[in-house]
């Protein structure tokens, strides 16, 4: 899960470095973390109201995001891209 400009800066790096520079891709990734970045400007990021582990040996660590939660935050990352896209190409259409 995203939850500041910096893990969004990790995992881009992250992604960056696990494909070869130049290749179809690598541009992808480079175009899916800028969208991303868009979409966080616009949206902001989701608040972290997880609940901590009151015992045991993780007392006082946040819980996990959930798999759901993750989904639906890359499906609403998703639906951004397409919609930012199909704008464009509806401007380049009435030129």
Not at 26 to 31: A, D, G, P, Q, V
Request: net charge positive; no cysteine; hydrophobic share 25%.
């Amino acid at each position: 899960m995203i939850t500041s400009f910096e893990s969004l800066a990790e995992r881009r790096l992250i992604t960056l470095n696990y494909h070869k520079k130049d290749s179809q891709q690598y541009i992808n990734s480079l175009n899916y973390f800028e969208y991303a970045r868009m979409y966080f400007e616009k949206n902001g990021f989701p608040d972290d109201n997880r609940r901590v582990y009151q015992s045991g040996k993780r007392k006082g660590q946040k819980v996990s995001w959930s798999d759901k939660e993750e989904k639906q935050q890359k499906d609403d990352i998703r639906k951004f891209i397409y919609e930012k896209q199909l704008q464009k190409f509806k401007g380049r259409r009435k030129s």
